[in-house]
């Protein structure tokens, strides 16, 4: 397994909005939604165990170059620590839905994905 390039994750967000124009707004994202799962480069396990989940609001803060997000333990599954990562805007992925997302590979350390509601963007 390895972690997601940049380059590659401008390229899966490319692809992700292309597949959200084709599909009339439904997007690929994240398994808890039924129009939505997560990229198979970004999630590598179920949803359960995987690196990918669903995260508050509020542990996201936008800035001048990017995102700045603060996860605690019960932010996300895999998080047992408060974790800093910092997200530039042009790897950032469309979410399918309102909420935002992360996936955390190969550490709850280490950002894989990160995937924001559209209005967000």
Same mark, same amino acid.
């Given at each position: 397994?390895?972690?997601?390039?940049?380059? @590659?994750?401008?390229?899966?967000?490319? +692809?992700? !909005? *292309?597949?959200?124009?084709?599909?009339?707004?439904?997007? $690929?994202?994240?398994?808890?939604?039924?129009?939505?799962?997560?990229?198979?480069?970004?999630?590598?396990?179920?949803?359960?165990?995987? @690196?990918?989940?669903?995260?508050?609001? +509020?542990? !996201? *803060?936008?800035?001048?170059?990017?995102?700045?997000?603060? $996860?605690?333990?019960?932010?996300?599954?895999?998080?047992?620590?408060?974790?800093?990562?910092?997200?530039?805007?042009?790897?950032?992925?469309?979410?399918?839905?309102?909420?935002?997302?992360?996936?955390?590979?190969?550490?709850?350390?280490?950002?894989?994905?990160?995937?924001?509601?559209?209005?967000?963007?």
């Amino acid at each position: 397994m390895h972690q997601v390039s940049t380059r @590659e994750r401008a390229g899966l967000a490319s +692809i992700v !909005v *292309t597949a959200a124009a084709l599909n009339g707004g439904l997007a $690929l994202a994240h398994s808890h939604s039924r129009s939505w799962t997560y990229p198979p480069a970004c999630c590598h396990g179920d949803p359960i165990a995987g @690196e990918c989940g669903k995260i508050p609001a +509020i542990a !996201v *803060t936008p800035r001048p170059d990017g995102y700045v997000i603060i $996860l605690r333990p019960g932010d996300h599954h895999r998080v047992t620590h408060q974790n800093r990562y910092f997200v530039a805007y042009d790897v950032v992925i469309p979410s399918g839905h309102d909420n935002f997302h992360i996936c955390l590979h190969p550490t709850e350390e280490d950002e894989n994905c990160f995937f924001a509601p559209p209005d967000a963007m």
